[in-house]
């Protein structure tokens, strides 16, 4: 929704069954990566002072907080450091390069158009 405005013609869309593809991700699924999209919200501090970056909603409850400050907006390929909050009201993870899911763990991870 973040990322691509509602066509009348699929507004119905989200009735249909889920894709089963592994960069399909459902919420209660965890996985290494995830692709999610910057929000605008202020730059956050990461724990022990390592520098700020910016928070991106990758289908979860929470969001996640990487490690560079980006534009909101953006689509990332966001690598999740644990599912664990200790506390913390955002999950850590870091942007990393798209291809990663599948130079890492040899993942399909969808498609690339020119």
């Not at 691509?4 to 965890?30: I, T, V």
């Not at 999610?36 to 022990?48: I, Q």
Request: with cysteine; glycine share 12%.
């Amino acid at each position: 929704r973040a990322l691509f405005p509602q066509h009348s013609d699929l507004k119905f869309a989200g009735l249909l069954n889920p894709l089963d593809a592994p960069h399909h991700m459902r919420a209660q699924e965890r996985g290494a990566f995830r692709e999610g999209v910057v929000v605008d919200k202020p730059p956050g501090t990461r724990p022990g002072g390592a520098g700020t970056g910016s928070f991106v909603d990758v289908g979860l409850k929470h969001n996640v907080l990487i490690d560079r400050v980006l534009k909101p907006g953006l689509r990332v390929t966001t690598k999740l450091e644990s599912y664990d909050r200790n506390q913390r009201p955002y999950l850590l993870g870091a942007a990393c390069a798209p291809s990663a899911p599948r130079e890492e763990l040899g993942q399909y991870w969808g498609y690339t158009t020119r």
